[in-house]
C-alpha cells in the first residue's frame, strides 16, 4: 500500500490568484493522478502526472489552468491558476499501487474555496 | 470516452436491511474495480475484478462481474452503521486510468 498526504488539506482564496497543491507519497510509485471532486459528486480525472515529462491532461483540462509538476516518484504538484468561484472544490491525487490489483490510493484531499 | 451508469444515486436503508449497488457499461469492460468513500474521507480501493462471471465475497460484502463484463454489481448483507459511504464503480481505462461511475450514496437508519 502507498500512504499519501497533501497540503494544504484546506484553503480559501481570492478570485484571481493561484494555489498550488503538494503531494507526497510515502515510497515510489510509477504513476500519479489528479482528480476533482465537487461535494457529494463523482470523480473526475484532471490528468496523469507523468515522472520527467509534461502531464497528460483529460479533455476539459488545460495545463495553463491546471499545471502539474512531477519531479520524482514520490511526489507532484497541481497548481490551479487563476482561480474563480467555479474552482472551488475538493482536489484529490492518488497513486497506483505496485500490487497485482493496480488500485489507486488516494490522498486525503484539498478542499479549495475561491471567493 | 468510457463511461458507466451507476443506479440508485442513493439508499437509505434500516440497519439490517441488504444493499445493492449497480453498474452498467454500454462496452464492454477490461476490469471494473469497486471504491468506499467514507463522508469527509477518501476514496478507499475495494476490489477489482477481471474475470467473466466472477464473484468475490469480503465478509457481507459481495462484489459481481456479468459474463458479459458490461455489468458489475456491489451486494452488502445486514447493513451496518459503519457501511456507511458512498460506493463508486470504476472501470479502468487505457493508461491505468479510472473511470468513476456517478457512485452510490448509501445511509443507514439504526
Known amino acids: 500500500s502507498a500512504v499519501i498526504s497533501q497540503k494544504p488539506s484546506r484553503d480559501i482564496c481570492q478570485r484571481g490568484t493561484s494555489l498550488t497543491i503538494q503531494c507526497q507519497v510515502d515510497s515510489q510509485v510509477t504513476m500519479m493522478f489528479w482528480y476533482r471532486q465537487q461535494p457529494g459528486q463523482s470523480l473526475t480525472l484532471i490528468a496523469t502526472a507523468n515522472q520527467g515529462s509534461e502531464a497528460t491532461y483529460e479533455s476539459g483540462f488545460v495545463i495553463d489552468k491546471f499545471p502539474i509538476s512531477r519531479p520524482n516518484l514520490t511526489f507532484s504538484t497541481l497548481t490551479v491558476s487563476n482561480m474563480s468561484p467555479e474552482d472551488s472544490s475538493i482536489y484529490l491525487c492518488s497513486a497506483l499501487g505496485q500490487g497485482a490489483y493496480n488500485e489507486q490510493f488516494f490522498g486525503p484531499g484539498t478542499r479549495l474555496t475561491v471567493l | 470516452g468510457q463511461q458507466v451508469m451507476q443506479i440508485p444515486q442513493y439508499q437509505h436503508v434500516q440497519e439490517g436491511e441488504d444493499f445493492t449497488t449497480y453498474c452498467n457499461s454500454s462496452t464492454t469492460l477490461s476490469n471494473i474495480q469497486w471504491y468506499k468513500q467514507r463522508p469527509g474521507g477518501h476514496p478507499v480501493f475495494l476490489i477489482q475484478?477481471?474475470?467473466?462471471?466472477e464473484v468475490k465475497k469480503q465478509k457481507r460484502l459481495t462484489f459481481q462481474f456479468g459474463e458479459a463484463k458490461k455489468n458489475s454489481s456491489l451486494h452488502i448483507t445486514a447493513t451496518q452503521t459503519t457501511d456507511v459511504g458512498t460506493y463508486f464503480c470504476a472501470p479502468s481505462a487505457y493508461g491505468n486510468k479510472l473511470v468513476f461511475g456517478a457512485g452510490t450514496i448509501l445511509r443507514v437508519k439504526s
Open positions: 475484478l477481471v474475470k467473466s462471471g
